[in-house]
Structures are given as structure tokens and as C-alpha cells.
């Protein structure tokens, strides 16, 4: 749905997508974040690991290394949240917290990467 959401924008806009390496490198995450992920990947950390750089700028780098760091520690933290359930409440829910905070970290910062594209296509 997304990626016909993209190709959409790509044909209103025409020739200014693929004259700004910022909004090819906004499209490629927002593609990134569309890639259904591996059995052992559970929050989409490959798709991140191999995002081509090329034409990004420093803030879209930051958000894409933001995003690699969120979709590794996740698991981890997934795995304390389980560990911690068997042991005190308090272990329970500072590893839940955590964890929780995490997956909404990762969730806002996904969802805003349609946003920020739609607001790059936007003619000036």
C-alpha cells in the first residue's frame, strides 16, 4: 500500500524526485520500512544494515542510524523483558519499560518517514 502511495507521489511530482538525492534517499527508507522481515529479524534490522547512504543528508543519516540501533537492541531487550517477568515486578516492569519505549521510539520514527517524505515532494 505504501510503496503504491510512493509510486503515486513519483508520478504527481515528476522529474523533481529524481533531481533531489534527498528525497531518493527519503524514498529509500520509506521502502526500507515496507520490507517484511526475516524469521530472525523480528523489527527489520536488515533492510536498515544494507540502506544505501548515497545522497543522504546528515539528519537522514542520523534517523537511519537511529533506526539501526532500535530495530538491533530491540530483540535484546524483548529477551531481558521475558527473563525479567519469571524474577521481581520491579525487574518486570523497568525491563518493560524499556523495551516498551523502544518499540514506540521505533514506531514514531517509522511512521515519520512517510511524513517527512510527503512534506519533501510538496512543491516549493
Known amino acids: 500500500m505504501r510503496a503504491l502511495l510512493v509510486a503515486a507521489i513519483a508520478a504527481v511530482t515528476g522529474c523533481a524526485q529524481t533531481d533531489s ?3 531518493a534517499c527519503q524514498q529509500r527508507l520509506v521502502a526500507a520500512r515496507e520490507v517484511a522481515p526475516a524469521a530472525d529479524d523480528k523489527f527489520g534490522y536488515q ?4 540502506f544505501d547512504r548515497s545522497g543522504c543528508s ?11 540501533t532500535l530495530t538491533k537492541t530491540l530483540p ?3 529477551d531481558a523483558n521475558e527473563r525479567a517477568a519469571s524474577q521481581s515486578e520491579k525487574a518486570h516492569m523497568t525491563a518493560f519499560q524499556r523495551m516498551n ?3 514506540i521510539e521505533l514506531n514514531d520514527l517509522q511512521t515519520a518517514t512517510q511524513a517527512d517524505l510527503d512534506r519533501m515532494a510538496q512543491p516549493k
Open 47 to 50: 533492510p536498515y544494515a544494507k
Open 21 to 23: 538525492p534527498q528525497i
Open 58 to 68: 546528515g539528519q537522514q543519516l542520523e534517523k537511519v542510524d537511529r533506526l539501526l
Open 101 to 103: 519505549d523502544a518499540l
Open 76 to 78: 535484546g531487550l524483548l
